[in-house]
């Protein structure tokens, strides 16, 4: 079965450093999506991005987060300069054009020191 | 957005039926009922979706009554590996345009042996 797939499955920074998290989505799927998780909390949405571009965005992805696909597989999360609040698992999650369901990957577990 | 109410948490017995109700007195014409699941360190996994009356899968059935206002999750005769967090989310199909989906605190489902 198809499957998200991210990378690494933790990291660990220092505040103020820029952080990637990688993922590949699923091979047909067209929207891409960044959910986080802090530890004990709600799972929150964070950025939708479809046709190369952002479709939808939550508060919490200010200017400091980005995305990318920058290439045909891989759907990246970009932290410039990384806060304490930012530890958290951070989920990609993909779906098809016209599923109702969108699929989770394992997850990247971020520690900001 | 249709605001969810589900029990916080909840304790069953391996081989019971449990039943997870969620309240959505606001749920909107357009909404759907999907319930997720959630085990410790990964990331949700979709479970079932339903607009009215009743649907049925290989893992769950989901029970919605005719006002909508309210949906019932069913797993039949849980395992210990049943042990998870369940959310009832409320919204647009995820493929109408890639919508974000909003959770909220779930049920802690525990399956004691």
């Known amino acids: 079965e198809p499957e998200v797939t991210q990378t690494p499955s933790h990291q660990v920074t220092q505040m103020g450093q820029e952080v990637i998290l990688r993922c590949v989505p699923i091979?047909?799927?067209?929207?891409f999506y960044w959910y986080r998780q802090i530890l004990g909390q709600k799972v929150e949405f964070l950025v939708s991005?479809?046709?190369?571009?952002?479709?939808?965005k939550s508060e919490i992805f200010d200017d400091q987060f980005s995305v990318e696909r920058p290439d045909g597989s891989n759907f990246t999360l970009k932290i410039r300069s990384t806060k304490l609040e930012d530890s958290a698992m951070y989920f990609c999650?993909?779906?098809?054009?016209?599923?109702?369901?969108?699929?989770f990957g394992p997850g990247t577990r971020l520690t900001v020191t | 957005l249709a605001k969810t109410t589900q029990p916080i948490s909840m304790d069953s017995y391996e081989g019971q039926e449990v039943n997870i109700t969620c309240s959505h007195n606001?749920?909107?014409?357009?909404?759907?009922i999907t319930w997720y699941q959630q085990f410790p360190s990964q990331g949700p996994r979709f479970i079932i979706q339903?607009?009215?009356t009743k649907v049925t899968n290989e893992v769950a059935s989901l029970f919605i009554p005719a006002d909508r206002k309210s949906s019932t999750l069913s797993l039949p005769r849980v395992s210990l590996s049943d042990t998870a967090v369940y959310y009832c989310?409320?919204?647009?199909?995820?493929?109408?345009?890639?919508?974000?989906?909003?959770f909220g605190g779930g049920t802690r489902l525990m399956v004691k042996p």
């Open positions: 091979s047909n799927h067209l929207y």
């Open positions: 339903g607009y009215k």
């Open positions: 989310l409320v919204g647009e199909l995820p493929g109408n345009a890639g919508n974000m989906l909003t």
């Open positions: 999650a993909s779906s098809s054009l016209s599923g109702n369901e969108q699929y």
């Open positions: 606001n749920i909107a014409t357009n909404d759907y």
């Open positions: 991005f479809y046709n190369n571009e952002i479709s939808e």
